[in-house]
């Protein structure tokens, strides 16, 4: 399976964002949890919340989260950025980009993986 992927080092309540040119399943994960879905093997993952095609996750605890889109077709792509807490928010939602951050906007375009399945 192919995947686009983000990393960051994040604080709990930080939330990420990402914007998705068309739909797409998007998960988000610890550095650990992420080796294993490397690996193709089982693993956990938190689902983000969607907003009109942003899916936004607000992180549960310090970590290095990894924001993961799963390529089920050609031609999805894929924004990611780190946001500060939202008071607003009270409890767990998705927003991400992935790979190829601009400075100016602190947005980032999405690296591609992949893994077998096997």
């Not at 960051?8 to 930080?14: R, S, V």
Request: glycine share 8%; aromatic share 10%; proline share 6%.
């Amino acid at each position: 399976m192919k995947f686009l992927f983000r990393k960051y080092q994040a604080k709990k309540g930080e939330i990420i964002e990402v914007n998705l040119n068309s739909p797409a399943p998007v998960k988000f994960m610890t550095a650990a949890e992420f080796k294993r879905y490397t690996g193709s093997r089982t693993h956990t993952y938190f689902k983000g919340r969607d907003e009109d095609g942003t899916i936004r996750f607000a992180l549960p605890f310090d970590n290095i989260w990894h924001a993961v889109v799963e390529k089920e077709e050609d031609g999805i792509s894929a924004t990611c950025k780190l946001c500060p807490p939202s008071p607003q928010e009270n409890r767990f939602n998705n927003d991400s980009s992935l790979i190829g951050e601009d400075p100016e906007s602190g947005i980032a375009s999405l690296s591609m993986g992949s893994q077998s399945e096997g």
